[in-house]
């Protein structure tokens, strides 16, 4: 809706602002089908107020007037690492995709995974899935000006720079090619994710260590981790701790903090966009060598939520945060 009326309107959305819904209706009959919007409001007494989150879902329900053919020719790309497990893939990937099509509508939004063993994986199966480089030069091809690409990945490391060099080599084709960042870049990213997250922390008694499983790279962004730790517990949550599969902290230094801690329940989540293989076999897996087993082996009360954070809706709107940021950017 931003990137749709001019900028001195889009000053009254702010978070917390409160408009007449005499005056939402107004504005939104300038840019929506008038029949649509007396629709939504009939319910409503003009002189009630509209938080901007209930304006939001107002605007989810209706359609926007058709604009100019020129404005279609801007593309989104969504990037993740990508998945081999359908059934969590429709979870968590294709769910930020419906977010980033309901959102942003005068957008083309296509789909890539970087990880190359995925996509041959696929294609063993009889589906084609798209690199960052194929699917630019696709993009090319059908005549886009304009594109987006929003990485899905949760830090700034090897992948997310792969696709910064990747879209270089094409940045002198497209009119704008702009790039917009991971889920952990900002230190207000931190803080969001914590929140997240908040529920699942207040729910589970202090008794219970709560274990987030992250990836972990040999890349020096593998910081953000100990960066995510700190940030867990400046907002008080000190029962919850922060290890990886191949980076620091290693689950050997998680179980030393728990053990001396004292703790005899875990339970321990993916810090993942998708609850795949890591997921349920490294953390949750019957093998001796899961995460689960070996605490289980020392007696502790596991329990393994196998949830991608892109299940989680307050994830997925710091990813669209992110793309907002971009499109703003490439005005």
């Given at each position: 809706?931003?990137?749709?009326?001019?900028?001195?309107?889009?000053?009254?959305?702010?978070?917390?602002?409160?408009?007449?819904?005499?005056?939402?209706?107004?504005?939104?009959?300038?840019?929506?089908?008038?029949?649509e919007v007396e629709a939504v409001f009939e319910d409503f007494n003009h002189?009630?107020?509209?938080?901007?989150?209930?304006?939001?879902?107002?605007?989810?329900?209706?359609?926007?007037?058709?604009?100019?053919?020129?404005?279609?020719?801007?593309?989104?790309?969504?990037?993740?690492?990508?998945?081999?497990?359908?059934?969590?893939?429709?979870?968590?990937?294709?769910?930020?995709?419906?977010?980033?099509?309901?959102?942003?509508?005068?957008?083309?939004?296509?789909?890539?995974?970087?990880?190359?063993?995925?996509?041959?994986?696929?294609?063993?199966?009889?589906?084609?899935?798209?690199?960052?480089?194929?699917?630019?030069?696709?993009?090319?091809?059908?005549?886009?000006?304009?594109?987006?690409?929003?990485?899905?990945?949760?830090?700034?490391?090897?992948?997310f720079h792969q696709i910064l060099a990747d879209a270089q080599t094409w940045?002198?084709?497209?009119?704008?090619?702009?790039?917009?960042?991971?889920?952990?870049?900002?230190?207000?990213?931190?803080?969001?994710?914590v929140k997240a997250f908040e529920n699942e922390f207040n729910a589970t008694?202090?008794?219970?260590?709560?274990?987030?499983?992250?990836?972990?790279?040999?890349?020096?962004?593998?910081?953000?981790?100990?960066?995510?730790?700190?940030?867990?517990?400046?907002?008080?949550?000190?029962?919850?701790?922060?290890?990886?599969?191949?980076?620091?902290?290693?689950?050997?230094?998680?179980?030393?903090?728990?053990?001396?801690?004292?703790?005899?329940?875990?339970?321990?989540?993916?810090?993942?966009?998708?609850?795949?293989?890591?997921?349920?076999?490294?953390?949750?897996?019957?093998?001796?060598?899961?995460?689960?087993?070996?605490?289980?082996?020392?007696?502790?009360?596991?329990?393994?939520?196998?949830?991608?954070?892109?299940?989680?809706?307050?994830?997925?709107?710091?990813?669209?945060?992110?793309?907002?940021?971009?499109?703003?950017?490439?005005?």
């Amino acid at each position: 809706f931003n990137q749709m009326i001019p900028a001195d309107d889009v000053r009254l959305f702010e978070p917390e602002k409160e408009l007449s819904i005499g005056d939402v209706k107004q504005y939104l009959e300038q840019y929506f089908e008038p029949v649509e919007v007396e629709a939504v409001f009939e319910d409503f007494n003009h002189n009630s107020q509209v938080t901007e989150v209930e304006f939001m879902n107002l605007l989810n329900a209706i359609t926007p007037i058709e604009k100019e053919d020129e404005d279609m020719n801007k593309a989104m790309l969504i990037v993740s690492f990508g998945t081999s497990h359908q059934d969590a893939r429709e979870k968590t990937i294709e769910m930020v995709v419906k977010d980033a099509k309901n959102t942003f509508k005068n957008f083309h939004v296509k789909t890539a995974f970087t990880s190359s063993i995925i996509r041959n994986i696929l294609k063993k199966r009889g589906e084609s899935v798209k690199s960052v480089q194929e699917a630019l030069s696709d993009l090319s091809k059908e005549g886009y000006e304009e594109v987006l690409i929003q990485p899905l990945h949760v830090i700034c490391g090897e992948e997310f720079h792969q696709i910064l060099a990747d879209a270089q080599t094409w940045k002198t084709t497209f009119q704008k090619l702009e790039v917009g960042t991971p889920l952990l870049t900002s230190v207000a990213d931190y803080h969001d994710v914590v929140k997240a997250f908040e529920n699942e922390f207040n729910a589970t008694d202090q008794d219970t260590a709560v274990v987030f499983m992250g990836h972990g790279t040999e890349h020096p962004a593998n910081s953000s981790y100990a960066c995510l730790q700190s940030i867990v517990e400046k907002n008080g949550y000190h029962h919850v701790f922060v290890g990886t599969v191949e980076g620091y902290p290693e689950f050997e230094d998680v179980l030393a903090t728990i053990e001396s801690a004292g703790y005899q329940k875990v339970k321990l989540i993916p810090l993942m966009l998708v609850a795949g293989d890591h997921a349920k076999n490294d953390m949750a897996g019957d093998e001796p060598d899961s995460w689960k087993s070996i605490l289980e082996e020392k007696g502790y009360t596991v329990e393994c939520v196998l949830k991608g954070m892109g299940e989680n809706p307050a994830i997925r709107n710091i990813y669209i945060e992110h793309i907002w940021e971009l499109v703003n950017e490439a005005k």
